[in-house]
């Protein structure tokens, strides 16, 4: 019952931008942290950006200065704002949905594709 659904992803020239959008249903979005997560090929999937119930954000250091993560708990959505694409960026994409405290619940979109390429 629970749905985690990403969009947004497509292909992008190196020095680009691209949005991702995440939506989620069946969970108690306001006391979720949520985040982004990628993983390339041939390389082990990585935090990319979270986000707290009270807005703190984190980021992997690469992607820091380039990509901002939010969250707008009324229309039940996390989003990915990427600026100044590089190829390394190219991944796919996933939305995670993590309870943290109490029972440990956690749920995954399916993974939507970012390709940086000239």
């Known amino acids: 019952q629970v749905q985690v659904a990403e969009s947004g992803g497509g292909l992008v020239q190196p020095g680009g931008s691209l949005r991702l959008s995440c939506a989620a249903s069946g969970i108690s979005f306001s006391i979720y942290v949520m985040g982004w997560y990628r993983q390339a090929p041939g390389k082990q999937r990585e935090l990319v950006a979270t986000?707290?119930?009270?807005?703190?954000?984190d980021y992997a250091d690469s992607v820091k200065g380039r990509f901002t993560i939010s969250r707008d708990n009324a229309k039940r959505t996390v989003s990915l704002q990427m600026n100044s694409l590089k190829p390394e960026d190219t991944a796919v994409y996933y939305c995670?949905?993590?309870?943290?405290?109490?029972?440990?619940?956690?749920?995954w979109g399916q993974g939507t594709q970012v390709t940086v390429s000239s």
């Open positions: 995670n949905a993590n309870s943290r405290g109490g029972v440990l619940r956690d749920y």
């Open positions: 986000i707290t119930t009270g807005d703190t954000t």
